[in-house]
T-cell receptor, first 112, second 114 residues
Framework: KQEVTQIPAALSVPEGENLVLNCSFT??????LQWFRQDPGKGLTSLLL?????REQTSGRLNASLDKSSGRSTLYIAASQPGDSATYLC???????????FGTGTKLQVIP | NAGVTQTPKFQVLKTGQSMTLQCAQD?????MSWYRQDPGMGLRLIHY???????DQGEVPNGYNVSRSTTEDFPLRLLSAAPSQTSVYFC?????????????FGSGTRLTVV
């Protein structure tokens, strides 16, 4: 059974700092991995999708990497801003129609 | 705007009442699913569908029914609401896993059962 862990559960950083969020998974037989952002009381917004054949994806100040062999993905946020404050979740999708497994998230607070 | 639309956004039910949460997508996604999100529990899959006429149970299906008569719609029915079903419900869709895309989520339905 796939297990997805996100550590730390919460993180507080000063504005402008570069930071890394971690996502670990136990079964490396994945199809893709997706990073989401969730603002309080809102739905999940997709940030980046990495296919199993890719090593990283970039969008603006965000960079996500994937190392299947070690069962790890990282989300790098450059020059953090207060508007980046949210909960970040990773989701691992296996092949076929097996269900996606979500991590429990990292709650990020960027302090002005 | 293309995406996943959920209605209602908020709902209060009395114990024992039934209701249907609506989910519609206009992206021609084959795969649709319902999740509930509870504090400390993360997202848990209730039911999912891989195409019209095909549904299957997730990890927490008890007390819920689904059907998929069209590609666009995937309603979730609460048969007899219980306080344990107080939660935020999300609908998500994607192309089939043979096509490399990710999930698109709706904005959620916040349900309170009293």
């Amino acid at each position: 059974k796939q297990e997805v862990t996100q550590i730390p559960a919460a993180l507080s950083v000063p504005e402008g700092e570069n930071l890394v969020l971690n996502c670990s998974f136990t079964d490396s037989a994945i199809y893709n991995l997706q990073w989401f952002r969730q603002d309080p009381g809102k739905g999940l917004t997709s940030l980046l999708l990495i296919q199993s054949s890719q090593r990283e994806q970039t969008s603006g100040r965000l960079n996500a990497s994937l190392d299947k062999s070690s069962g790890r993905s990282t989300l790098y946020i450059a020059a953090s801003q207060p508007g980046d404050s949210a909960t970040y979740l990773c989701a691992v999708r296996p092949g076929g129609y097996q269900k996606v497994t979500f991590g429990t998230g990292t709650k990020l607070q960027v302090i002005p | 705007n293309a995406g996943v639309t959920q209605t209602p956004k908020f709902q209060v039910l009395k114990t024992g009442q039934s209701m249907t949460l609506q989910c519609a997508q206009d992206m021609n996604h084959e795969y649709m699913s319902w999740y509930r999100q509870d504090p400390g529990m993360g997202l848990r899959l209730i039911h999912y569908s891989v195409g019209a006429g095909i549904t299957d149970q997730g990890e927490v299906p008890n007390g819920y029914n689904v059907s998929r008569s069209t590609t666009e719609d995937f309603p979730l029915r609460l048969l007899s609401a219980a306080p344990s079903q107080t939660s935020v419900y999300f609908c998500a869709s994607s192309y089939s896993s043979e096509v490399s895309t990710g999930y698109t989520f709706g904005s959620g339905t916040r349900l309170t059962v009293v």
